[in-house]
């Protein structure tokens, strides 16, 4: 095979675009990276990293004002992220003299995808990530949704399980673990039962323990990513040298590995729920009976496929 182009020339020659006026596009806070629609193009501008941080923000502000200074009339239609606390939508809001249109963060993936496919009509949809902004307030992050570029509808979504400190369990995935666990066992469960738990504090638990009982303190979530990092504490498994959690448990599955926790899906108001009890019961029980850490991690994954797979029918 002969070279790849860059990902950004590769994006700039798929995307149809045919938009009737130059939209501007600032994406989430994280690994952000402002785009603008002009005609049939989009021109990305260049990664800004995360742009809480000052020099990131700084970056993100300049690559912004040379976007829109491609074009030779003004631009008045901004398109940013849904999220009301992110840093790129307090900016479109200083944008007085602009049209605002908020996207709900998942959405925006699923339409990511069949626009860069060029496929048309409506589509059954997975956005599993880390977190995003959801529209009942939760975060988001193991959707499935129904429909098109012209709009979707959320037809399923993982289970709901407390978010402890919201974002800053993403610092500390052992906070999810407890908290998955307490979901899948109840708020008795005895940390003793749970063998690498055996770093965490009697103090430690029962503090995760008050914090998810308030809301306040702990949001909701439905996020894949930290269903992932609560499986890689609960598999041994902890973050170093930079490294995702989720990246080392899917590296850890044995692919040969065929079983799977059985997938369990209810259904509520709110469409299908796909239920993550089950695999951390499964998880911890066979971490318990010694099954190998490879095992272990293939189940947790092929139950995560058998459940999606489920529900998408």
């Given at each position: 095979?002969?070279?790849q182009p860059?990902?950004?020339?590769?994006?700039?020659?798929?995307?149809?675009?045919?938009?009737?006026e130059p939209?501007?596009?600032?994406?989430?806070?994280?690994?952000s990276?402002?785009?603008?629609a002009v005609?049939?193009h989009?021109?990305?501008?260049?990664?800004?990293?995360?742009?809480?941080?000052?020099?990131?923000?700084?970056?993100?502000?300049?690559?912004?004002?040379r976007?829109?200074?491609?074009v030779?009339?003004?631009?008045?239609?901004?398109?940013?992220?849904?999220?009301?606390?992110y840093v790129?939508?307090?900016?479109?809001?200083?944008?007085?003299?602009?049209?605002?249109?908020p996207i709900?963060?998942h959405?925006?993936h699923?339409?990511?995808?069949?626009?860069?496919?060029?496929?048309v009509g409506?589509v059954?949809g997975l956005?599993f990530d880390?977190?995003?902004?959801?529209?009942?307030?939760?975060v988001?992050?193991?959707?499935?949704?129904?429909?098109?570029?012209?709009?979707?509808?959320?037809a399923?979504?993982?289970?709901?399980?407390?978010m402890?400190?919201?974002?800053?369990?993403?610092r500390?995935?052992?906070?999810m673990?407890?908290s998955h666990?307490?979901?899948?066992?109840?708020?008795?469960?005895r940390?003793?039962?749970?063998?690498?738990f055996?770093?965490?504090?009697e103090?430690?638990?029962r503090?995760?323990?008050?914090?998810?009982?308030?809301?306040?303190?702990a949001?909701?979530?439905?996020?894949?990513?930290r269903?992932?990092?609560a499986?890689?504490?609960?598999?041994?498994?902890f973050?170093?040298?930079?490294?995702?959690?989720?990246a080392k448990?899917m590296?850890?599955?044995?692919?040969?590995?065929?079983e799977?926790?059985?997938?369990r899906?209810?259904e509520?108001?709110?469409?299908?729920i796909l239920?993550t009890?089950p695999?951390?019961?499964?998880?911890?029980?066979?971490?318990r009976?010694?099954?190998p850490?490879?095992?272990?991690a293939?189940?947790?994954?092929?139950?995560?496929?058998?459940?999606?797979?489920q529900?998408?029918r």
């Amino acid at each position: 095979m002969g070279s790849q182009p860059a990902i950004e020339d590769r994006v700039r020659c798929s995307l149809t675009l045919p938009v009737s006026e130059p939209i501007l596009a600032l994406g989430a806070d994280t690994a952000s990276r402002p785009a603008l629609a002009v005609e049939d193009h989009c021109q990305l501008a260049m990664a800004c990293g995360d742009i809480v941080e000052a020099d990131p923000y700084a970056q993100f502000v300049e690559s912004v004002s040379r976007l829109m200074a491609l074009v030779p009339s003004p631009v008045r239609v901004v398109a940013h992220d849904l999220h009301p606390g992110y840093v790129s939508t307090a900016f479109a809001r200083s944008l007085t003299d602009m049209t605002r249109i908020p996207i709900l963060h998942h959405e925006a993936h699923v339409a990511a995808a069949l626009t860069y496919f060029s496929i048309v009509g409506d589509v059954i949809g997975l956005a599993f990530d880390g977190t995003g902004y959801g529209t009942d307030g939760a975060v988001w992050g193991g959707e499935i949704l129904v429909g098109s570029t012209s709009g979707f509808r959320r037809a399923a979504h993982l289970h709901y399980v407390p978010m402890p400190g919201g974002e800053a369990a993403i610092r500390s995935p052992w906070k999810m673990a407890v908290s998955h666990v307490m979901d899948a066992f109840g708020p008795t469960f005895r940390k003793a039962d749970v063998p690498h738990f055996v770093y965490i504090s009697e103090g430690e638990v029962r503090q995760i323990a008050t914090v998810c009982a308030a809301r306040n303190l702990a949001p909701l979530t439905s996020s894949v990513g930290r269903l992932f990092d609560a499986v890689a504490i609960l598999c041994g498994l902890f973050p170093e040298d930079g490294e995702l959690l989720p990246a080392k448990l899917m590296a850890l599955a044995d692919p040969d590995v065929e079983e799977y926790y059985v997938p369990r899906i209810t259904e509520s108001d709110a469409g299908l729920i796909l239920a993550t009890g089950p695999m951390i019961q499964g998880v911890v029980e066979d971490i318990r009976s010694n099954v190998p850490v490879n095992v272990v991690a293939a189940r947790f994954h092929n139950a995560l496929a058998h459940t999606t797979a489920q529900a998408c029918r």
